[in-house]
């Protein structure tokens, strides 16, 4: 799910005007809502999350974080402006640090146990900004510079206040405030030589230098595409060039490279099935773990890979995993393809990750595709030289029963290998069928102190997120204000006269503007250091013009007599900006609660805008035990001609509470003979017994209901209570037992409400800190339905748990889902035998 955080530059400067009159706020606003329409073409926009940051300082500089919509990101996003000063600094460690809240709850760094490529949170920082001087308090500033202080917990663990899956790009505003003269020149948008485009080199992404709207909108495009999945991985070469090949013809240079060092994204692809990425090793660290060592080295944010140039051939077992990432084009790409050589493969190292020697031990290489089309990054074990063909010899040699010579080799390599490689190891020799070879003990290398430490963090971090979350949208405190007088009408001509004395005599020569603009900054305040300066919340009565006198003074009673409570005129309310004409939903939270209906039985109706008058259906549904079927009726409804054909009885439901638990069917009546009562069939529901007048009483009260205001009449009535008792008496319908068909769906339907009381509380406990698992196989036990019902359910599980980076958790799922996919298959073959 990819996280995008605009940063707009809110600074004074941005007030400028472009030659389409546009300010440049305005331009960089439509910029955002053009990069939104441009990536919802994109099918996979679907669980995109928007930030908005700006250069305030914070906590108001977050407008939209991890808790708000996308209704209250645009809401923020037409409300801003351009007042403040260029810190550009502080503003970038704002959104650093907003995007690195849930990395420690969620332990997708992994500090110390190995760089996990697949266990990623994608995010793209895009700044607009107009590339002016960086202003702060302190003064002006020629270079880019984060704050060092900050107060996210953890951030001494990583050097750099970025991480290695988020990337930085920025538009360069310099969109001229007069019509070029000449045609505009096609062509790539070329980098600004701005502070910032050094910051966004360094996190693996660019500038945009844009001079008109065409290429603003070349470079969103452009933007879009950027959204990759992936992590930035920082190249270089080691040892001597590689020697020229018979396929390629390279000419040898002298002198540094663009491809022997670079800084590239790797693409991280998703596993098609479940919508994550799936991967098996790590990249090992830049220090050898000690279980003894107090504190935890820090980190740089993109790991420094190595690359020897010395040719050797890929190596790649039967049944063990391997992972295979693809660069992105680079100058190191552009030149492995120009070699032509799919066959050959650079060894790959970290340094400073084996216990003896400095370069560190090969853990992958860099290979071109067949087709040469792209180069890839396979990921292998530790040192795998000489592990994979131990692990050839296990399967083919020793058929998994390994020897004591074997053992001796294997325990060698252990050595050599970091401790936190033990983990992907096991389930590696697990999935070729060879289990027991590491021991039990031998688990991730960290010390009891750093990870005390660690969690500690996690839970430090929890407390920083609710702080944070909590305060985004909280409106700061502000300096007291003097608001200065606007005046419509008249301007001060002597005021000029003596600003146009003033600039002859330093200059020479008076140059006025032509037209005032006097509602450019209607709304500017000036501060203030007296802070007992009391904020006039009233208008002076005497700044109100003569004419307006009659309808500002019944403003000035409903003040009075309302107190400090702001009540508007009928004027004010119909004044409501177009963006919010519709928003009802807010209205009605501010609106007194109605009262409660007389008759609680009554539909509750719907606060719908537009029509109040729509009823609530889920209040309407009507019991089966209260409803009933009645045919023509005696009397004048009997004789009514005017049904349509075919109408025949009609449900209604029964007020009365003596018809509850009984249901009473009515015969259509003999055409031609209205006068003759219908003949009535009772069929109790209940058990005990009842006596004739009972039903006698309930039949008159069915009448009257069905009658409406009719008064039911005794005497029109030819049947005598005995024969009514013995039409009463007639026997009762046989029971109908359910068909099979029936039974099943009825089973099927309450598997699947049990399955899904499960799934809400397994989901509960995956999102719960912590590696207690016990509860979720005990709750798993309790599955229901077949095979394909089970491993979908576990699917979803597992899909649940990689989101929360449950990487144990995933591994027990899995061996339960072979567990049960094994005894279900047992099971179908003993039924066959």
């Excluded at 090949?245 to 040898?252: H, I, K, N, P, S």
Aim: hydrophobic share 35%; glycine share 6%; with cysteine.
């Amino acid at each position: 799910m990819p996280v995008i955080v605009f940063l707009i530059d809110t600074s004074a400067s941005m007030n400028q005007r472009s030659y389409l009159g546009t300010t440049y706020l305005d331009v960089a606003k439509g910029a955002v809502e053009t990069f939104l329409k441009l990536r919802s073409r994109d099918s996979t926009s679907r669980g995109d999350r928007y930030m908005l940051v700006t250069f305030e300082d914070p906590p108001a500089a977050i407008k939209a974080g991890w808790k708000e919509t996308h209704n209250t990101f645009m809401e923020k996003l037409r409300n801003l402006q351009a007042a403040g000063l260029t810190t550009a600094g502080p503003a970038l460690r704002t959104v650093f640090d907003l995007l690195n809240l849930n990395r420690l709850v969620s332990g997708i760094d992994n500090y110390g146990q190995g760089r996990i490529p697949f266990f990623l949170e994608p995010a793209i920082v895009v700044a607009i900004t107009d590339g002016n001087k960086l202003a702060s308090t302190g003064g002006v500033q020629d270079e880019l510079h984060l704050p060092l202080t900050t107060p996210l917990p953890g951030s001494e663990l990583t050097k750099e206040p970025f991480r290695w899956d988020q990337r930085l790009f920025s538009l360069v505003l310099r969109i001229p405030g007069h019509a070029p003269l000449g045609p505009e020149a096609l062509g790539s948008v070329p980098s600004d030589d701005s502070p910032i485009t050094a910051m966004c080199e360094v996190t693996g992404g660019r500038s945009y230098s844009v001079f008109s709207h065409r290429m603003l909108n070349q470079c969103l495009e452009s933007l879009v595409q950027k959204i990759q999945s992936g992590v930035v991985i920082h190249f270089e070469k080691t040892g001597p060039d590689p020697l020229p090949t018979e396929e390629g013809v390279l000419e040898a240079k002298l002198g540094p490279q663009p491809w022997h060092c670079c800084r590239r994204l790797i693409y991280v692809r998703p596993n098609p099935k479940t919508g994550v990425p799936v991967g098996h090793w790590p990249i090992p660290e830049s220090f050898w773990p000690d279980q003894n060592s107090p504190t935890l080295p820090s980190r740089i944010a993109h790991p420094q890979i190595l690359f020897s140039c010395v040719d050797s051939e890929p190596v790649v077992v039967d049944k063990v995993p391997f992972d295979k990432y693809e660069l992105e084009p680079s100058p190191l790409t552009q030149y492995i393809l120009e070699r032509k050589s799919p066959h050959i493969c650079w060894q790959v190292f970290v340094r400073n990750s084996s216990k003896y020697g400095d370069l560190g031990l090969p853990f992958g290489y860099l290979k071109a595709s067949t087709a040469l089309s792209c180069v890839n990054l396979f990921v292998m074990p530790y040192n795998y030289p000489v592990l994979l063909p131990l692990l050839d010899d296990l399967s083919k040699v020793h058929k998994l029963k390994p020897s004591l010579q074997w053992r001796q080799s294997f325990e060698s390599y252990l050595k050599t290998m970091p401790l936190y490689y033990s983990g992907p190891l096991r389930k590696a020799l697990r999935m070729i069928g060879a289990l027991n070879l590491l021991p039990d003990h031998q688990e991730y290398g960290l010390s009891y102190s750093v990870g005390s430490y660690l969690k500690k963090l996690s839970q430090q971090t929890k407390v920083e997120v609710d702080r944070v979350n909590s305060a985004v949208g909280q409106k700061t405190h502000l300096e007291v204000h003097i608001r200065l007088r606007h005046r419509w009408r008249t301007s001060s001509t002597c005021s000029w006269n003596h600003i146009s004395q003033r600039m002859q005599s330093f200059m020479g020569r008076a140059t006025l503007p032509s037209e005032l603009t006097t509602d450019e900054f209607s709304n500017f305040q000036l501060s203030t250091n007296n802070k007992s300066v009391i904020l006039q919340m009233m208008s002076n009565p005497y700044d109100v013009p003569r004419r307006h006198l009659l309808d500002q003074l019944s403003r000035m009673r409903r003040n009075l007599l309302h107190g400090t409570a702001c009540v508007l005129d009928q004027d004010q309310i119909h004044s409501v900006p177009i963006a919010q004409m519709g928003n009802y939903q807010d209205f009605l939270k501010h609106s007194t609660a109605l009262l409660r209906e007389v008759d609680s039985d009554q539909p509750k109706r719907l606060h719908t805008f537009g029509n109040p008058f729509k009823l609530d259906k889920k209040g309407m549904m009507i019991d089966e035990a209260d409803e009933f079927v009645s045919g023509p009726q005696k009397g004048k409804r009997a004789a009514d001609h005017n049904l349509p054909p075919g109408g025949g009885p009609k449900r209604r439901r029964c007020m009365s509470p003596l018809l509850h638990g009984r249901t009473y069917m009515f015969p259509r009546a003999q055409e031609g003979n209205h006068a003759e009562a219908p003949h009535v069939t009772v069929y109790s529901t209940l058990n005990e017994p009842s006596t004739g007048s009972e039903h006698l009483e309930e039949y008159v009260a069915v009448q009257q209901h069905q009658l409406g205001a009719e008064v039911y009449d005794e005497s029109e009535d030819e049947r005598s209570e005995d024969e009514l008792c013995l039409a009463i008496e007639e026997p009762v319908v046989p029971l109908r037992f359910p068909s099979p068909t029936r039974l099943k769906k009825q089973r099927n339907r309450e598997n699947q409400e049990i399955n899904n009381e499960l799934q809400v509380l397994i989901t509960r406990e995956i999102r719960k800190p912590g590696r207690c698992y016990g509860k979720i196989f005990h709750l798993l036990q309790q599955l229901r339905g077949g095979l394909d019902t089970q491993l979908f359910f576990l699917h979803s599980i597992i899909k649940e748990a990689a989101r929360f980076k449950k990487r144990v958790l995933i591994e027990k799922l899995e061996l339960f889902m072979e567990e049960i996919h094994t005894r279900a298959t047992s099971i179908s073959h003993l039924e066959a035998v």
